[in-house]
């Protein structure tokens, strides 16, 4: 069976994929259209930092939006409340510096090898710094999706789009308090999908691998044994 994968993680990771592609907008299409020209994946394209990200998050438009892009997801999945909660109160900040301090200074560090899908990725450099998401792990290399990356570069700081990267050279491994820690149990030789409070999981679930390079479909019975 697979290792331990948290329900509301894959929320976060799957959000992100279906980000995959978008381009920040130009500030001239900005100027003319309004906020109609940050909806859009690839219309619009620019580089001048403007993204839809920062419009519905509250972050100022036209500046680098990688941790504004994390942002983004953790309110789209959890609500404005919870997802500062889970940013350490740090929701409002767009530097990814502080936000990474921040997670450090809780103890909510981990070791890189030891990341999984949802927990975030920290790097930096004189000036500045950047930050991905985990989606998996892939011939040993860590999986990342990156907003205000480039596709062509896996150590760019200030690229233009939401891309996928494997094996960036990351720093920091920090990891959200995610709730409801849903995992594979085994009892009496049967194996069950609980959460923390021992309730468990009925009918059709998809549960992506530890490497989060797959999805599998398991039929939980109305004993909540997997089929």
């Given at each position: 069976m697979y290792a331990v994968i948290e329900v509301r993680e894959m929320k976060i990771v799957e959000l992100a994929e279906n980000e995959l592609g978008y381009l920040e907008k130009s500030k001239a299409a900005y100027k003319q259209y309004g906020t109609y020209c940050l909806m859009p994946?690839?219309?619009?394209?620019?580089a001048d930092n403007y993204t839809k990200y920062a419009y519905e998050v509250g972050h100022p438009n036209g500046q680098a939006w990688c941790q504004t892009f994390i942002a983004w997801l953790m309110m789209k999945a959890y609500g404005k409340d919870k997802a500062n909660d889970l940013m350490c109160g740090k929701l409002a900040s767009a530097s990814t510096m502080t936000v990474k301090d921040a997670f450090v200074s809780q103890g909510k560090e981990v070791r890189l090898y030891s990341a999984k899908p949802g927990d975030l990725v920290y790097r930096s450099r004189s000036g500045g710094g950047h930050v991905g998401i985990v989606k998996g792990w892939k011939d040993g290399k860590i999986v990342t999706i990156e907003g205000n990356s480039s596709s062509?570069?896996?150590?760019?700081?200030?690229?233009?789009?939401?891309?996928e990267h494997i094996g960036a050279p990351w720093t920091w491994c920090v990891r959200p308090a995610y709730p409801s820690d849903w995992h594979w149990v085994s009892s009496d030789g049967k194996w069950y999908y609980q959460d923390?409070?021992?309730?468990?999981?009925?009918?059709?679930?998809?549960?992506?691998?530890?490497?989060?390079?797959k999805f599998h479909w398991y039929w939980f019975d109305w004993d909540g044994a997997a089929a």
């Amino acid at each position: 069976m697979y290792a331990v994968i948290e329900v509301r993680e894959m929320k976060i990771v799957e959000l992100a994929e279906n980000e995959l592609g978008y381009l920040e907008k130009s500030k001239a299409a900005y100027k003319q259209y309004g906020t109609y020209c940050l909806m859009p994946k690839t219309e619009y394209a620019g580089a001048d930092n403007y993204t839809k990200y920062a419009y519905e998050v509250g972050h100022p438009n036209g500046q680098a939006w990688c941790q504004t892009f994390i942002a983004w997801l953790m309110m789209k999945a959890y609500g404005k409340d919870k997802a500062n909660d889970l940013m350490c109160g740090k929701l409002a900040s767009a530097s990814t510096m502080t936000v990474k301090d921040a997670f450090v200074s809780q103890g909510k560090e981990v070791r890189l090898y030891s990341a999984k899908p949802g927990d975030l990725v920290y790097r930096s450099r004189s000036g500045g710094g950047h930050v991905g998401i985990v989606k998996g792990w892939k011939d040993g290399k860590i999986v990342t999706i990156e907003g205000n990356s480039s596709s062509s570069d896996i150590t760019s700081w200030n690229g233009g789009a939401v891309v996928e990267h494997i094996g960036a050279p990351w720093t920091w491994c920090v990891r959200p308090a995610y709730p409801s820690d849903w995992h594979w149990v085994s009892s009496d030789g049967k194996w069950y999908y609980q959460d923390e409070s021992g309730r468990n999981w009925y009918g059709w679930n998809k549960i992506r691998e530890s490497s989060g390079e797959k999805f599998h479909w398991y039929w939980f019975d109305w004993d909540g044994a997997a089929a």
